[in-house]
């Protein structure tokens, strides 16, 4: 939320999307629409990490893991 890192991306010709903080003194304007595609974006990954997780089994015991499997396969039946 620093203004020099802002500025220092609009150099580069890059837009910042994300909101300044409520205790910021002067309001940044920001595409809230650009925003959530990044959030989902945010998302989409994390849910490709839980995936290698349970492919690569970094759970090291059986209960952990058979739990993380259990909790993949509901969010993909309930997707």
């Known amino acids: ?3 020099w890192y802002r500025e220092a991306l609009q150099d580069k010709g890059i837009t910042p999307c994300i909101p300044g903080r409520k205790s910021r003194g002067k309001p940044v304007t920001y595409d809230k629409r ?7 974006i945010e998302i989409m990954s ?5 995936g290698r997780r349970v492919a690569t089994r970094y759970d090291r015991c059986p209960k952990g893991f058979l739990s993380a499997i259990a909790l993949a396969a ?3 039946f309930w997707l």
């Open 34 to 40: 650009r925003y959530q595609r990044r959030n989902r």
């Open 46 to 50: 994390g849910r490709l990490k839980d």
């Open 1 to 3: 939320d620093a203004d």
């Open 74 to 76: 509901t969010v993909i």
